[in-house]
């Protein structure tokens, strides 16, 4: 079975642009998180989506938004891009989301913010 | 609020030593502990899991880890290094709306 898959893998842009990201859960998987990597903040929640639905979100600003098409593929936009946006964006697929389902994580797209 | 420490930031060992990774949590809940690795250049894998029953838990590579509710601890174990376990090592807690909330994880480094 294929794992979650993310596209691209890096990325350059330039404040004050957006971005999308893309992610393609492992098949059968109806869940998609979105978590951000960086060297400071470690590891923090981004959303989840579940059934084209956003289930869950963390604590960021608007401008990071997502939202999951009928196939479970999910996409995640950052407008108005930040230095502090810098960042690995990881895709975890899992099921469901719940307190026995476990989420498998994709490569990431490695964001740099110039 | 929910959240998870992991007390050593780097740890550098020898092969063949024994590893020993603190993880604590804050969460009065059930809770569902896991512990992930990020290995140089590639995604994060996870290792062991615990949901409930015996909470000595095993996982791959000859890890295991221990679920203690008294001390609020899942710590990583492991009796014989490899160069190979080089990584970073990610614990984490399920969180009250399903997501992950991680520790900053620990920087294992072992020397051959």
């Known amino acids: 079975k294929a794992g979650v898959t993310q596209t691209p893998r890096y990325l350059i842009k330039t404040r004050g642009q957006q971005v999308t990201l893309s992610c393609s859960p492992i098949s059968g998987h109806r869940s998609v998180s979105w978590y951000q990597q960086t060297p400071g903040q470690g590891l923090q929640f981004l959303f989840e989506?579940?059934?084209?639905?956003?289930?869950n979100k963390g604590n960021f600003p608007g401008r990071f938004s997502g939202r999951q098409f009928s196939n479970s593929r999910s996409e995640m936009n950052v407008s108005t891009l930040e230095l502090g946006d810098s960042a690995l964006y990881l895709c975890a697929s899992s099921w469901d989301s719940t307190i026995t389902d476990t989420q498998y994580f994709g490569p990431g797209t490695r964001l740099t913010v110039l | 609020a929910q959240s998870v420490s992991q007390h050593n930031h780097h740890v550098i060992l020898s092969e063949a030593a024994s590893l020993e990774l603190g993880c604590n949590y804050s969460y009065g809940g059930t809770v569902n502990l896991f512990w992930y690795v990020q290995y140089p250049g590639q995604h994060l894998q996870l290792l062991l899991k615990y949901f409930s029953g015996d909470p000595l838990v095993k996982g791959i590579k000859g890890f295991e880890a221990e679920f203690i509710k008294s001390k609020f601890s899942f710590n990583l174990r492991k009796p014989s290094v490899q160069w190979s376990d080089t990584a970073e090592y990610f614990c984490?807690?399920?969180?009250?709306?399903?997501?992950?909330?991680f520790g900053k994880g620990t920087k294992l480094s072992v020397k051959p």
């Open positions: 989506y579940f059934s084209e639905t956003q289930r």
């Open positions: 984490a807690v399920r969180g009250s709306q399903g997501n992950l909330i």
